[in-house]
């Protein structure tokens, strides 16, 4: 079953993230949405978990990067997406897992 | 596909209420039917009509009255979490003896068996919160 989860916080502030991608099985997808797209940016340990996970998509919310000032630190790898991208990939998975 | 949407946390708190609505309006552009809107916990903060934000802010109870009202949505508040937090509706407010209501246009109060209900029936829950 291919699950769709969102992490909301930012690795820095809470271990959510992780506990997710410890979690997550192949096939399944990690969207980083809020403050929870820190998670997304390059040049700390986080970019390096996300780099050497396989298997796993990462997807993150275009409108929070940007209002965090973050897009030009996005990590290689990961796909951005608006609103209508966040119900498509809702939509394309099984079920929704919300790490709050 | 029908989708519902729980929402746990107030408004201006931190995102939740906004990006349950801008994902709210983005399955509806794209045709999904929303089944419900659930409050709970602090989320049922968002039912309230007496909020008054700044002019240059947006008032995001009003929002979710005016969603509602454009797409017929069901915007449902749990009622324990209400009256903990003072969600009235008129008849609560009379049964409770109190002098006021303050639930905001396409709000109703009642219980967690319509969330419930709402994961049976819908295709996907999602989840906002804190």
Same mark, same amino acid.
């Given at each position: ?5 969102? +992490? ?13 991608? @410890? ?22 340990? +986080? ?7 396989? @298997? ?30 966040? +119900? ?13 | 596909?029908?989708?519902? /949407? ?5 408004? *201006? ?7 349950? *609505? ?8 794209? $045709?999904?039917? /929303?089944?419900?809107?659930?409050? *709970? ?7 309230? =009509? ?57 709000? =109703? /109060?009642? $219980?967690?068996?319509?969330? /419930? ?6 295709? =996907? ?6």
């Amino acid at each position: 079953m291919a699950l769709l989860h969102t +992490v909301n916080k930012s690795p820095f502030e809470s271990n959510t993230f992780d506990t997710c991608l @410890g979690l997550a099985k192949d096939g399944s997808t990690i969207l980083l949405i809020e403050d929870g797209v820190y998670a997304a940016t390059t040049g700390h340990s +986080v970019a390096e978990k996300i780099k050497n996970a396989s @298997g796993i998509s990462f997807a993150v919310l275009g409108p929070d990067l940007q209002a965090r000032g973050l897009e030009g630190k996005l990590a290689d790898g990961i796909k951005v997406v608006d609103y209508e991208g966040f +119900v498509t990939l809702v939509t394309e998975h099984d079920a929704v897992q919300s790490w709050l | 596909m029908k989708i519902s /949407i729980q929402v746990n946390e107030g408004p *201006y708190q931190h995102e939740a209420s906004d990006t349950a *609505y801008q994902f709210t309006k983005a399955a509806l552009a794209a $045709g999904h039917e /929303i089944f419900r809107v659930f409050f *709970y916990h602090d989320g049922v903060n968002n039912a309230t =009509r007496l909020a008054v934000p700044p002019q240059d802010d947006r008032n995001i109870s009003a929002q979710w009255s005016e969603l509602a009202k454009e797409n017929n949505l069901d915007m449902v508040v749990c009622i324990a979490a209400a009256q903990r937090r003072g969600i009235m509706d008129p008849d609560e407010a009379k049964r409770q003896g109190l002098d006021a209501d303050n639930i905001a246009e396409g709000f =109703r /109060i009642s $219980g967690l068996g319509q969330l /419930i209900e709402a994961g049976i029936e819908s295709d =996907r829950l999602v989840v906002f919160g804190d």
